[in-house]
């Protein structure tokens, strides 16, 4: 089925360590993006991608490392997580043609020890 | 920079109408967005308004007024299905034309 999915749905890690979330989309879209979600914050824009190769950094980009070598996937990676991490991590695309809709994945909940 | 501004909570009962407000400042504008989000869930896509006026999809409405910065959510009929975090969005030249940013979030409690 196409669409655009996340995993881990749940990951608990401990400070310092390196942790890579997922991110695949099967539409071909051309922009991704990912967003963290705290209470009180509603969502943040960490780091996007416009194409294959082409990143760019969001509001919050301090911590994370992205890469997009092909147009479907873009992980997101916490180098040295930090407690202040804790967060719901969401994943999104659109197609970047006049005005698209963003497409979320369902998230990933990430708990930092 | 951008900023949008809605309230953190609307509580309404079931069969009412219920109107949620965003405001924003920004350079730019190209246009704003609707979500909702359930607990636990993606935020789901659920209008969009580039122009002045009223949008409606069945009950829910979208209104923009550009001089104003400002825009609002209509819901109507309410059900208890309609509770849920509703986030404005918009789009700029400075924030990017293709990469919206989301105000706070209003939480909206339906009860019976």
């Known amino acids: 089925d196409a669409g655009i999915t996340q995993s881990p749905r749940y990951k608990i890690t401990e400070t310092g360590r390196q942790v890579t979330l997922m991110c695949h989309q099967t539409?071909?879209?051309?922009?991704m993006f990912w967003y963290r979600q705290d209470l009180g914050h509603g969502l943040r824009l960490i780091y996007y991608?416009?194409?294959?190769?082409?990143?760019d950094k969001g509001e919050v980009p301090d911590g994370y490392v992205v890469s997009r070598s092909k147009t479907e996937n873009f992980p997101l990676t916490l180098e040295s997580a930090t407690r202040s991490q804790t967060s719901v991590y969401f994943c999104?695309?659109?197609?970047?043609?006049?005005?698209?809709?963003?497409?979320f994945g369902n998230g990933t909940r990430l708990t930092v020890t | 920079g951008q900023s949008l501004e809605q309230p953190s909570e609307v509580t309404a009962v079931e069969g009412a109408i219920v109107q949620i407000n965003c405001t924003y400042q920004?350079?730019?504008?190209?246009?704003l967005s609707w979500y909702q989000q359930h607990d636990g869930g993606a935020p789901t896509f659920l209008s969009y308004?580039?122009?002045?006026g009223l949008e409606e999809t069945g009950r829910f409405s979208s209104f923009l007024s550009r001089s104003d910065s400002y825009g609002y959510l209509l819901l109507q009929e309410l059900q208890m299905k309609d509770s849920a975090s509703y986030f404005c969005?918009?789009?700029?030249?400075?924030?990017?034309?293709?990469?919206?940013?989301f105000g706070r979030g209003t939480s909206l409690i339906v009860h019976p």
């Open positions: 999104a695309s659109s197609t970047g043609q006049g005005y698209s809709p963003l497409h």
């Open positions: 539409w071909s879209h051309s922009y």
């Open positions: 991608s416009a194409a294959a190769d082409i990143t």
């Open positions: 920004t350079s730019g504008f190209y246009g």
């Open positions: 308004n580039a122009l002045d």
């Open positions: 969005a918009v789009r700029s030249a400075s924030g990017g034309s293709y990469i919206p940013t």
